[in-house]
């Protein structure tokens, strides 16, 4: 039996279907244009009995697949032979329960999680994707790849391609990247190329820059870099004792973890390996809030796979009409044409999902507290504890459920937002630093303890 038999690509779109081998990247079914999945014969698989199986993973840790908090549960995304998997350490993240953010989330004591993907690599979530990614890209013998980015995409793939050998180039709006993530781009020695524009314009453009010449994509439309992604989920339910939370609660951007995680809840409860699918929210800033919109106003579903193209489009020429341009602090999700829409709506149906944006005011004091109390994060993972505080005002989460929100970022990616917080005193939480002359007497006087 070949491992890579036992996995396959599937056009997303029912009256489509189309198929595909995994030796192939393509990135969209070339026969209608849409998103792709990537598909498993589990009878194929020797998928472990139950998942504290993968425990037994931990006594051999001196080897880099089983280290790897992607590649130690591979047999949940079995689609290439071990000789081709690329690992650098990803996924050795925290899922840190934490009462005082609970407090500020009116969520009782001992239900609130905090899962901390700034510990990666690179400093984010993107790592779990991109150890997978570049697995398949060395499986097809890519030697050149590219991506679009609001910065951290960027920096998981300047270290992953280096790591693996393969050359990158990298595109970014112009002066919408926090400073921490092009720092890091430039560093690990990727080609930086800085559009004139935002996000939406670098992700066009650098399809057809990949289709011109032939450069292997890695934005989340790659179906094997949300493979890598439901490895967050795993890891979840690996902290909780190999139980499944009440609630995930995730940022929404380009929407690959939403999509990603919904994926992967519905695999476990296919294989019956969890009992119980979680609910999730998918959180977006309101200068960004195309997903919320679509979903709580205009009532676009998933339908099937049927998803009612017309008011997508129309919501789009709409934009393009209004030259509109999204606005957040959290730069990260600063995105209006979230590619994995349709997978998105998808994983809402599975996880009987809810959506909400919350203001920029509310995702930096939310992030302070975060800072005080938990790990820190950056701007765009704080909009997890935000909508959190508005799903509990609603109570459409319970306090006394288990809720398990993901911090995407580490908190040193964006200084600029957290120093100009306190500095400028803008939210509740500010704590700036104090002014003292150069005497010992004055600075003592300022010093409360
Ligand atoms: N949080 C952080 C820290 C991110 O960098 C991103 C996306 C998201 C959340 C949103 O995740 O796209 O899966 O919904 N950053 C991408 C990038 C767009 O280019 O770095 P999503």
Redesign the pocket.
Known sequence: MSMTGAAYQKCINPDCGAEFDCGQAMFKCPQCGELLDIRYNWDKIEVPGKLSDFAKRWANKDRPLDFSGVWRFRELLSFCEDKYKVTIGEGQTILQQNDAVAEYAEVNPGRLYLQYEGLNPSG???DNGMAAAFSHAKMVGAASSA????????ASVALYAHSCGVKCTVFIGSGRIAFG?LSQSMDYGAQTIQILGD?DDCMRQVQDVCTKLGLYLL??LNPFRLEG?KAIMYRIIEGLGWTTPDWIV??????????AFGKAFYELKQLGLIERIPRMAIINATGADTLTDLVNNKKLTWNDGKVDQTIIDEYYADLTARNFSPHTCAS??E?SR?V?LKKCLRSIEICDGVVRAVTDEEIVDAKAIIGKYGLGC?P??AVTIAGLKHLRAENIIGGDERIACVL??HPL?DPNVTVNYHKEKQGQFNNPPIEAPNDLDAIIKLIKN
């Open positions: 984010s979530f993107k991506c679009a980015s609001t910065g951290n995409t960027s993530k996000f934005n989340s992604q995730v940022p929404g951007g380009n929407l690959g973890n939403s999509s990260a999700i995105i979230p994995n950056e765009a993972s995407t970022g990616k």
